[in-house]
């Protein structure tokens, strides 16, 4: 995998149902205000845009019926989003949405559908959030965010995506740690926001060139007004091959999107489920 590089320790586990080499992007031992060492980021690039198989879209080009099933509908708005299972008799694999709004019908072959995506209409904006899975596996959920307009004749066209690395990026600058004992302690740019007691002991201690990471569990939460990201970070041990989440919170923070799609995040907190 591209978005990856090479640990001094190499790991390999399955994600998206194929083997890849586990790998992050070099160490940042960049100090914050506060002078803590920063997280660092597994995700060494962005991520390769969703794309169909070849032989779906073919199948999807040239279909005469769609198999969809519902992911969200929303009859206050006359808004409906479907999954497409299978065009005539070929499974999609995964792939392809479509969205009814009023009359008009918007296909995004494209787009994954795997894994349960979200999705939430924002009638205040007019704006349709739409979250897919990116890169998946043990231990590993990565999404990506795609904002959705519609125009004067109710067909969707996505407005924004928001790619996992450039949220990583902009995380791994403000994201810094201390760790006393088995305890550890998170800060963004300086203020402790979190605090997790390590309770596993049979991999060696933490690594001690670079103990903690993110960029491998990026979601979001689309249940409120505008969407919530959500990060955990995770711990390489000594004598450990893949990075282990068991004892870190889930940090929070609220996104906020310009006009030329620069996306800012606000203050990180930790999540309270």
């Known amino acids: 995998m591209k978005n990856m590089k090479t640990w001094m320790i190499a790991a390999i586990v399955t994600l998206c149902g194929c083997e890849v080499l586990f790998c992050s992007c070099k160490s940042n031992s960049k100090a914050t205000e506060a002078s803590y060492p920063l997280v660092a980021g597994t995700l060494e690039e962005a991520m390769k845009p969703d794309s169909a198989p070849a032989k779906v879209m073919e199948a999807m080009e040239r279909a005469t019926r769609y198999h969809n099933y519902e992911i969200m509908s929303d009859t206050a708005h006359d808004l409906c989003v479907e999954a497409i299972g299978e065009v005539d008799s070929t499974p999609t694999e995964g792939y392809g949405i479509v969205v009814e709004k009023g009359a008009a019908s918007t296909s995004f072959l494209n787009l994954s559908n795997a894994r ?19 890169m998946w596996g043990t231990g590993v959920q990565v999404e990506r965010l795609y904002l959705m307009r519609f125009d004067k004749d109710n067909k969707a066209h996505i407005a924004c995506t928001i790619d996992p690395y450039d949220i990583q990026q902009q995380v791994c600058q403000r994201l810094g740690y201390s760790i006393e004992g088995e305890q550890v302690t998170l800060y963004d740019s300086g203020r402790e926001i979190a605090r997790a007691t390590n309770t596993v002991s049979d991999m060696g ?43 870190m919170p889930a940090l929070a923070a609220r996104l906020t999107i310009s006009e030329d799609g620069k996306v800012s995040i606000s203050e990180l907190k930790e999540h309270k489920k």
């Not at 904006?125 to 897919?132: D, H």
């Not at 201690?205 to 979001?220: A, K, N, T, V």
């Not at 249940?223 to 959500?230: D, K, Q, R």
Request: proline content about 6%; some cysteine; hydrophobic content about 35%.
């Open 116 to 134: 349960q995506p979200k999705v939430r209409y924002d009638a205040k904006t007019g704006t349709l959030w739409f979250a897919n899975c990116a």
């Open 205 to 247: 201690g933490f690594d001690s060139e670079q103990p903690l990471w993110i960029g491998e569990q990026i979601e979001y939460d689309l249940s409120g007004n505008a969407p919530l990201l959500l990060i955990t970070p995770g711990v390489k041990f000594t004598t450990g091959l893949v990075l282990t989440y068991d004892d």
